[in-house]
Structures are given as structure tokens and as C-alpha cells.
């Protein structure tokens, strides 16, 4: 590892990530290069064999989430990386990783699209891509840092989540956090909380691979064990064979929804800058919560109560949150490199107060004049 | 060797679901016949299927598996065994499947010599979809989108998977159980490398209809009129090799897997 022991090091945002998947126990990485999100995949190259793991560049995205798909069933705790166009690729693989429940974390390091787009560009355009980005009813996680240590930090929630829900987790990077370098405190090992998925514990007549247990979540059994367990796509019984029975259907993908919707609050992570007063609420994730504090900083310097909520957590959706936190302001900001995904989402549960997107294509970053400007107009009014 | 290979199948699953007269049931049987010819163990095996009349493979084992997506069981594979390289992965592929949407997986496992066995059954077009042309329909044969006769020339599946850099491809033909269940078994004892095994088989129900074949029976017998050994390969007329399907050993060589490599690798950068 880069950073052997505990202590602050200075790294860039993809090298924290992939600090913290080897702390996470991470034994398996497959990917396909692409900026800006190499690093993470060059990171595993280097370290995953010294820690006892696998590394290997498929020969495309649809085949690297499948493999870490595979890899995740024998037990090991696997994960890839891309941007844009490969999380496009991986879309058939998402729906397989929910439906077969293996756990898994695919982070993405966005960049403008759409298409190639801006290849080398920040973005934060794949917002509803996360969510959605593979076809029928179905749920995950998505987790979003704005710093170097979220990105150490937010690393090892994802893995302890996909053990935990046994369902895909995304790590939403951009282009600005996953090259940004900055100070991290890395703790020591015994002293980061690893979560590893909970073992079936049954008799060879009694075990059912998609028993779920009482928080529906069907306990693990690794190929190569005496209980002999079946992984399927297609919808399946308990018994993972193959079942097309209409209520079965309904039963399991509600299942697999609310696995994860049952425990939203829990999952639902974020920060709070000066909420408590805040008559104008900054609602940010990723990058754009950095020009957000600046911003925040300098309108308080001129009496405007300005507060901020950041997301770290983006799906599942935290409604509640931001139906709480929004019912004290007048105004509600959100700056985004996109043109207005994350605005979208929140106007639906905001009380119908003013949303105002503050909204960049291009690849540059939004600067703390960029929400000033509309902050000063708008209060005006 | 007489086995019955009655251990790993689901008997209550059965009978199939696959038409009368496709030749998925010979394969199956002859690949559940070399497991246990070479004593493998239910817990140690994973079968790794795609989507497709092949693909439903799966519901008859009493092995572990994986049924996963159209195209990329060889890719699932791949992360299954590296992940547990003690395991003994197959991969069941059609020929949509394994070489005309996941033509891409199947060259590269080859190449880097993954440690697997792949099974195709390649009937020479999409039988779960109503028998559509795929990347190994002959030239000029009538499919549900090739009415008026394929306009494409077909892939030489074997030969490809030789010249990626296979360590054993072999050619079989449904006409010919035994020597399924013979060339299966000897690639398990393998052990290692990438080791690919193509059954010609036969979809009565799409591919035998559109083609004026429309009984099994029939259609077996062309297998075993145009089938050629690559050992009397002399015998016949090159005019006449055209039509012919030549079977045994395409290559049958000494590999290093991936696996070990790999492992070795592992050692080599061992701090010390
Ligand atoms: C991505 C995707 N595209 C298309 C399909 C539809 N589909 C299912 S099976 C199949 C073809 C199967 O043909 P083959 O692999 O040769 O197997 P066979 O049915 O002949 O055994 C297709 C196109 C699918 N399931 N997934
Ligand atoms: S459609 Fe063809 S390949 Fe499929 S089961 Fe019937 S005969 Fe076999």
C-alpha cells in the first residue's frame, strides 16, 4: 500500500479510494482503463497482488463488471472503476449484479458527456445514471465524497454496504475530486469498521440461496462450499431456479427494492453547514460543495444566512432530509455540473419553495462568484 | 468409460424443456458423463451459463451455478475463477452466445489462457429466439432473418479459438456422444489453460425447418455423412472439404494458464 500505515498522507482522490478498498478487504479488481479513473485501476495493478488479491484489465466494461460480479459469488469482496461511457457499457451488468445479489462497488469518476464528450472533463451529469442505469424496477446505492478523506472515507461505507445489503454500491466521484490532491487521515486498521456479509448457517436440505433473512437480505454461501448454491438473473425462487410465476416476480423484485428502501435512514449520509439558522439552503454533492462553502463563507461575512446541505449519500433519494431541512428556507440553491439532475430530484419534495440550479457545462468547475451572483440577484427580487 | 452422471443432475427438473430432438440433451449428458468419469465433486464445480436454448443448461445441475446475461457467461467466468482458482469453472455457450455477442470474451479468455473449460453448442443459429442467423450460419442457409439465404460467411469457431491462443480446442458433433463425453473429459484432466470444446449440434425446430430438415433423425445423419476426422484428412478431395465438418483436436498443447502465472507473479513480488 502506498500509505503502509495509519497516519495524514498527502493523495490524490482515486489513490484514497483505492487505499481504502484494499482496507476494506478488496481481493478483486477488473476494469478498463479510462480518465479519470485509471489511477484507481493502475493502484490495484500494484497493490492488489502484494496484498494477496487479483487484478485483471478486461477486454471491456460489460466484461469487467461481470467478472467482479463472478468474483463477488466465490465470497471475495470486488470491485471496478470507470467513467461515463464504460458505466454505459456496464448498464446489463448493474440489473445482473442486483438480481443475483453480489455485492459490489463500482465507482465511477464523472466526466462531461454525453457520448465521449469531454474526455478528460469534470462532471456530475451521470446523477440519474446511478439510479437508473439499468432496465425494470430495481434499487441501489450511490455515495458521493467531496474530499480526499470522503473519498477514503465514503470507500469503506461503499464495500460495508454492498456486504451488508448485498446489492451494487456507486461511488460517484468527478473528475475534480478523483485528480484533487489533499491531506488524509488514514486510521489504523483495527480502528476502520469492516463489514463483511453475513454467512448462511443452514443443512444441506434446509438451504435456500434466496431465503431471505428478517432483514430480507438472503445470508451468503460462496461457490465451492458443501452447500451447493445457485446465482440467477432471471427471476427465480428461493431455491435460485429459474421461476416465472407472477406473484414470485413481484415478490422478489419488491424484495430486492425494499431491502434497501427499509433502511434509507440509516444509509442516508450528509453533512450540515450552518443549517441551523439558514434562510438560504445550498443543497450540493461532490465538487460542487466546494464552491458552495466558499460561497456560504463570504455571504455570512455580508449578514446573508446561508447554509449548506451536502449530500454524501444520493440514492437511495433521502426525501425526508430534504423535506425537513428545506421547510425553515426561503431560498433553496444547488449548484451542479449538469444542468440541474440533483434541482430535479429535490423540487419534488421542497414544499414547492424557489429551487435556482446553478448550472455548468463545459467541464470547468462552478466558482464561488458563479452561486454569488445568483444569490445576490435573487435575493433582490 | 460407462458413468451415468446422475450426480449432477436435478432429476426432479426433468424432462427437459428443450424441443424433442435437440441436440442440447446429448451434450448435456455427455458433459454430466465426463464430471464424473473424472470424480469431480458437486461443491468444486460452478457452471456458468449465458441466455439461450444452451444457457438453460443450468436448471438441471445439482452443481453451483451461475446463470447470468446473453453473451457474457465466459466473463463471469473469468472472475469466478480467479477469484477461486481451486474451483472447476465451465462455461455453457451457444453460438449466439459464446462467439457472435460475446465473440470479444471468448478470443481474449483464449488468449490469456484463463483457466476454464467452455462448452459450445453451436447449432448455427438463435433457437431461443425463433431461429435468426448468428456469427456461425453458413452462407446462402435460411433463417427467420435470412429468408432470402445468408448474404454472410460464417466463423470457423475452433479455428479462431486456436489461433487466439487456446491450449486445447477440440470438434465434436452431436453424432457422436462418446466422443463428446471423450474430449470433455480430457479436457478437465487438462487442468489448466483455456480449453474450448465445440459441439455441432442441431435445432430441428428453427434451423432444420427453415432448411428442409425437419426431423432430428434426419439432420443427425447429414452430421455424421459430412463429418471428417482431421486424421484422414488426406482422403478427401479438397474440392469436396467445402461442405464437410471436420472434428477432433484443433490444438493440443502444453499452456501455462493464466492462474499460474499470475501466482507466480504474486511470488515474485512477495516482499522478502
Ligand atoms: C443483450 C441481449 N440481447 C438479446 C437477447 C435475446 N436473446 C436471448 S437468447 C438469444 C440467442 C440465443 O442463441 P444461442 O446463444 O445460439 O443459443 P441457442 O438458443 O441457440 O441455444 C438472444 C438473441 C438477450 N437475452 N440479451
Ligand atoms: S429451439 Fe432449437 S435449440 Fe432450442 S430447444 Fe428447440 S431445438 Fe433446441
Not at chain 1, 419488491?254 to 434509507?264: T, V
Not at chain 2, 457474457?72 to 472472475?79: D, K, N, P
Not at chain 2, 467452455?118 to 447449432?123: C, D, G, L
Not at chain 2, 433457437?127 to 429468408?147: E, K, L, V
Request: proline share 5%; charged share 20%; with cysteine.
Amino acid at each position: 500500500m502506498i500509505c503502509p500505515k495509519e497516519g495524514r498522507y498527502f493523495l490524490q482522490g482515486n489513490i484514497a479510494v483505492g487505499e481504502a478498498a484494499i482496507r476494506s478487504g478488496a481481493m478483486f479488481f477488473a476494469g478498463y482503463p479510462i480518465t479519470p479513473s485509471s489511477e484507481i485501476a493502475e493502484h490495484a495493478s500494484i497493490h492488489l497482488p502484494i496484498a494477496g488479491g487479483t487484478f485483471i484489465q478486461m477486454e471491456d466494461e460489460i466484461s469487467s463488471l461481470a467478472a467482479v460480479i463472478g468474483a463477488s459469488m466465490t465470497g471475495v469482496k470486488a470491485y471496478t472503476a470507470t467513467s461515463g461511457p464504460g458505466m454505459s457499457l456496464m448498464s446489463e451488468h448493474i440489473g445482473l449484479a442486483c438480481m443475483v445479489e453480489a455485492p459490489c462497488v463500482i465507482i465511477n469518476v464523472q466526466r462531461a458527456g454525453p457520448s465521449t464528450g469531454l474526455a478528460t472533463k469534470p462532471a456530475q451529469g451521470d446523477f440519474f445514471q446511478f439510479r437508473y442505469g439499468t432496465h425494470g424496477d430495481h434499487m441501489i446505492i450511490a455515495l458521493s465524497p467531496a474530499s480526499v478523506q470522503e473519498c477514503f472515507d465514503l470507500t469503506i461505507q461503499a464495500f460495508n454496504f454492498a456486504e451488508r445489503f448485498r446489492c451494487p454500491v456507486f461511488l460517484a466521484l468527478d473528475g475534480i475530486i478523483g485528480k484533487m490532491y489533499e491531506t488524509v487521515n488514514i486510521p489504523k486498521r483495527n480502528e476502520i469498521k469492516v463489514v463483511n456479509r453475513k454467512k448462511a448457517i443452514a443443512s444441506k436440505v434446509d438451504y435456500q440461496p434466496y431465503q431471505p433473512d428478517e432483514h430480507l437480505v438472503p445470508p451468503f454461501v460462496p461457490f465451492g462450499s458443501p452447500l451447493i448454491t445457485r446465482a440467477n438473473g432471471s427471476g427465480h425462487g428461493i431455491d435460485g431456479y429459474p421461476c416465472d410465476d407472477a406473484k414470485n416476480h413481484e415478490q422478489l423484485v419488491r424484495r430486492l427494492i425494499n431491502k434497501i428502501d427499509r433502511y434509507k435512514k440509516e444509509i442516508s449520509l450528509f453533512k450540515e453547514y450552518y443549517t441551523h439558522d439558514a434562510e438560504v439552503l445550498i443543497v450540493s454533492y461532490g465538487c460542487s460543495t466546494r464552491p458552495a462553502i466558499a460561497a456560504m463563507k463570504e455571504a455570512r461575512k455580508r449578514g446573508i444566512k446561508v447554509g449548506i446541505l451536502q449530500l454524501q449519500t444520493l440514492w437511495p433519494f433521502p426525501e425526508e432530509l430534504i423535506a425537513s431541512i428545506t421547510s425553515k428556507a426561503k431560498l433553496i440553491l444547488v449548484p451542479e455540473l449538469s444542468l440541474g439532475q440533483l434541482k430535479s430530484e429535490i423540487i419534488k419534495y421542497c414544499h414547492q419553495k424557489p429551487v435556482i440550479g446553478i448550472n455548468k457545462l463545459g467541464g470547468v468547475s462552478i466558482q464561488p462568484e458563479d452561486i454569488l451572483t445568483v444569490l445576490f440577484r435573487e435575493i433582490e427580487k | 468409460m460407462k458413468c451415468s452422471g446422475r450426480k449432477y443432475i436435478k432429476t426432479e427438473s426433468l424432462p427437459f424443456f428443450w424441443c424433442s430432438g435437440c441436440g442440447n440433451g446429448i451434450i448435456f449428458a455427455a458433459l454430466t458423463r465426463a464430471m464424473e468419469e473424472n470424480n469431480l465433486d458437486n461443491k468444486d464445480i460452478v457452471a456458468v451459463t449465458g441466455i439461450g436454448c444452451w444457457g438453460k443448461a443450468d436448471d438441471y445441475l445439482t452443481t453451483h451455478t451461475f446463470h447470468g446475461t446473453h453473451g457474457r457467461a465466459i466473463a463471469v467466468a473469468t472472475g469466478i475463477k480467479l477469484a477461486n482458482p481451486l474451483l472447476k469453472v465451465f462455461a455453457l455457450v451457444g453460438d449466439g452466445d459464446g462467439i457472435t455477442i460475446g465473440g470479444n470474451h471468448l478470443i481474449h479468455a483464449a488468449r490469456r489462457n484463463i483457466d476454464i473449460i467452455v462448452i459450445m453448442s453451436n447449432n448455427f443459429n438463435y433457437g431461443m429466439t425463433g431461429g435468426q442467423y448468428s456469427g456461425t450460419t453458413p452462407f446462402n442457409s435460411i433463417t427467420a432473418t435470412s429468408s432470402y439465404g445468408h448474404v454472410e460467411d460464417a466463423f470457423d469457431v475452433s479455428s479462431l479459438v486456436k489461433s487466439a491462443g487456446a491450449g486445447y480446442v477440440a470438434r465434436c458433433t452431436i453424432a457422436n456422444p462418446h466422443m463428446i463425453q471423450q474430449l470433455i473429459s480430457k479436457a478437465i484432466k487438462k487442468r489448466q489453460g483455456f480449453r474450448f470444446i465445440e459441439v455441432i449440434s442441431i435445432c430441428p425446430t428453427h434451423y432444420g425447418k427453415y432448411n428442409q430438415m425437419s426431423s432430428a433423425v434426419e439432420m443427425i445423419k447429414d452430421l455424421s455423412e459430412r463429418t471428417v476426422n482431421f486424421k484422414d484428412i488426406d482422403q478427401i478431395a479438397p474440392e469436396d472439404l467445402g461442405n464437410k465438418i471436420m472434428v477432433g483436436e484443433y490444438q493440443n498443447q502444453e499452456v501455462e494458464g493464466f492462474v499460474h502465472r499470475y501466482q507466480r507473479l504474486k511470488q515474485s513480488i512477495l516482499p522478502t
